[in-house]
């Protein structure tokens, strides 16, 4: 098997040939969504071309959009590996969908009883919950996180579920810090105390491969276009569970849970977007594919495969920035930082600098062609827990698409940066 390829894969994205002062553009930005392959950018433009019509309809361009759409949730279910494309609910994007599961989810519940959110996540698996709570005299409680490494309270989160809560929500990873939950553990202990569970995929998705069938999990969310895709939003609910929801729909509507027209276009292209990871997965995955053999064989578990080798590569490249991060004077890295646990987060890092904020680093670093974020992301619990508010901190985010001397070059201008101030 070749070793992984960045180059060849870099080639694929056409945003990474974006020149700043005569250099190329350093995208560090990914956290925040991520470029996409050519073949992305070409399913949706070949949607326009060649199948733009809306749903159902007795013609030629109706039936090929109708065809492409069911594909797309096929595809999507085969990189979630859900049991079926029924499972998978497409829609404008991660938080519009939790918050139509929210109302739908409240209202099988009463007074008194409870939802339980964490204290790591994006307001995006908490401010739905808590809206939907205010509405029907429904108790929320927030799992705490331990400040020393930034990962969730784990006997906090036992506690809480002691009295026995309706449903559980928190994240696969953080956005901010990176931390990667132990999600079927979690889900394990939940469906134990009797509730339902729904995890924030968001940030997982594009550095894991994800099996909701192996975490058991009775809801999950994404969004295409953190994993190389458009902005599309994608709901995983477990059939029995979608089925035993009451449903806010016109009468007309084919689905339950989509409502309105879909962005077909944008499916087409979250369709592409699995099917690169796909040939990642059948050019470089080949070593981790018997991980996944219980998965059918072709796009699903070429996709799993695929995500495994970016993984691998994601992790390696990880380990060198770091290093480096470590090295700079008068900066802080934080979450975790033990290099025998580097299975317990993605490859995105919080830092903050003694004599610069976050925005004044992040600017510094966007003026000489690098792009990271500074802020809280919308994780606006865990930044203020650390009482890093109001600043936050300067988020890099590594993917595939990076690179060694991307990340040694970035190293030298925090290093200047830090100098300097």
């Avoid at 739908?104 to 790591?120: C, R």
């Amino acid at each position: 098997m070749p070793a992984f390829d960045v180059a060849a894969l870099r080639a694929r994205f056409p945003a990474l040939s974006i020149e700043q002062g005569g250099r190329p553009v350093a995208l560090f930005d990914g956290p925040g969504g991520t470029q996409v392959p050519d073949s992305v950018i070409e399913a949706v433009s070949r949607y326009y071309r060649e199948s733009n019509a809306n749903h159902d309809g007795p013609f030629l361009t109706s039936q090929r959009s109708d065809a492409l759409v069911e594909d797309a949730h096929a595809a999507l279910a085969d990189l979630l590996n859900a049991r079926d494309a029924s499972e998978i609910k497409l829609g404008a994007n991660m938080t519009t969908l939790t918050m139509h599961v929210a109302r739908s989810l409240s209202a099988t519940m009463s007074p008194g009883d409870e939802i339980v959110v964490s204290g790591l996540d994006h307001e995006a698996n908490v401010g739905p919950w808590q809206s939907a709570a205010a509405d029907r005299g429904i108790t929320v409680r927030t799992v705490p996180i331990r400040p020393d490494d930034v990962t969730l309270d784990v006997e906090a989160f036992d506690k809480l579920l002691h009295a026995r809560p309706k449903l559980v929500a928190f994240g696969w990873a953080s956005n901010a810090f990176g931390t990667i939950n132990p999600v079927a553990e979690l889900v394990r202990r939940a469906h134990e105390a009797g509730a339902l569970t729904y995890v924030d995929a968001v940030h997982a998705a594009p550095h894991l491969p994800i099996d909701v069938q192996a975490v058991g999990t009775d809801f999950l969310a994404c969004s295409a276009y953190k994993f190389f895709g458009p902005h599309v939003g994608v709901l995983y609910g477990r059939q029995e569970a979608l089925d035993a929801l009451p449903t806010y729909k016109l009468r007309p509507a084919h689905d339950r849970f989509e409502t309105g027209t879909g962005n077909f276009e944008g499916y087409a292209g979250a369709r592409a977007a699995v099917e690169y990871l796909a040939e990642v997965g059948r050019a470089y995955g080949t070593q981790f594919a018997a991980q996944f053999s219980a998965l059918a064989v072709g796009r699903r578990r070429d996709a799993h495969a695929g995500m495994a080798a970016i993984r691998a590569y994601e992790m390696g490249l990880f380990g060198r920035l770091l290093d480096g991060l470590e090295a700079i004077p008068g900066v802080r890295v934080w979450g975790v930082t033990d290099r025998a646990r580097m299975a317990e987060r993605t490859p995105t890092v919080a830092i903050t600098l003694a004599h610069a904020t976050p925005e004044e680093a992040s600017t510094a670093l966007g003026h000489r062609g690098i792009a990271t974020w500074w802020g809280d992301f919308y994780a606006v619990g865990p930044v203020e827990r650390l009482g890093l508010q109001p600043d936050g901190v300067l988020r890099i985010g590594l993917t595939h698409y990076n690179t060694i001397d991307e990340v040694d070059r970035l190293l030298d201008d925090l290093r200047e940066i830090a100098a300097a101030t």
